[in-house]
Nanobody
Framework: QVQLVESGGGLVQAGGSLRLSCVAS????????MGWYRQGPGNQRELVAR???????NYQDSVKGRFTISRDNAKNTVYLQMNSLKPEDTAVYYC???????????????WGKGTLVTVSS
């Protein structure tokens, strides 16, 4: 079994910062892309940022210049540094990983349960 566990969410004032972390654990053979998605009230889940194993990144336009995604391959961990937060960033943030597990080595998408980020104005 594989688990993705997020941490670091909370309540912050507009203009503040938070750092989210997500650790993948279990019978993992390899991890390809890791990313963060979010779902705000009444909205569909959307991509925030993702990073490949080699370190290539892409971001949603609304977070460019404010958020930074990074990963530690040795720790199976992905981070999201969020600066200059705005009330519209309020959402549940979900970790996602495209990974291969033992013994099948089949690649599949896995999701964490989410962590709530609330930005007050």
């Amino acid at each position: 079994q594989v688990q993705l566990v997020e941490s670091g969410g909370g309540l912050v004032q507009a203009g503040g910062s938070l750092r989210l972390s997500c650790v993948a654990s279990g019978s993992i053979f390899s991890i390809n892309t890791m990313g963060w998605y979010r779902q705000g009230p009444g909205n569909q889940r959307e991509l925030v940022a993702r990073v490949t194993r080699g370190g290539s990144t892409n971001y949603q336009d609304s977070v460019k210049g404010r958020f930074t995604i990074s990963r530690d391959n040795a720790k199976n961990t992905v981070y999201l540094q969020m600066n200059s937060l705005k009330p519209e960033d309020t959402a549940v943030y979900y970790c996602n990983a495209d990974l291969a597990i033992y013994p099948s080595l089949q690649e599949m998408d896995y999701w964490g349960k989410g962590t709530l980020v609330t930005v007050s104005s």
